[in-house]
């Protein structure tokens, strides 16, 4: 039974970590990021519910005079 030959591997593991790292490093390089980002102001804004626009009450069964 043949040896495997292991003598390439050290050479195609070394080319394929530095072919990964240029791929990164071109995509990265791509992306535009602000230089001086400054914080948003937001202000609270109030949510209207349709339980707020008119009156409601809650009647329990029991609570009913007969």
Do not use: A, R, V
């Amino acid at each position: 039974m043949p040896q495997l030959d292991t003598s390439t591997w050290f050479m195609m593991i070394m080319s394929m970590f530095m072919t990964l790292f240029i791929i990164f490093q071109l995509k990265i390089s791509k992306h535009s990021f602000f230089f001086n980002p400054e914080p948003m102001l937001t202000g609270m804004q109030k949510q209207i519910t349709p339980w707020e626009m008119k009156w409601t009450k809650i009647y329990l069964p029991l609570s009913l005079l007969q």
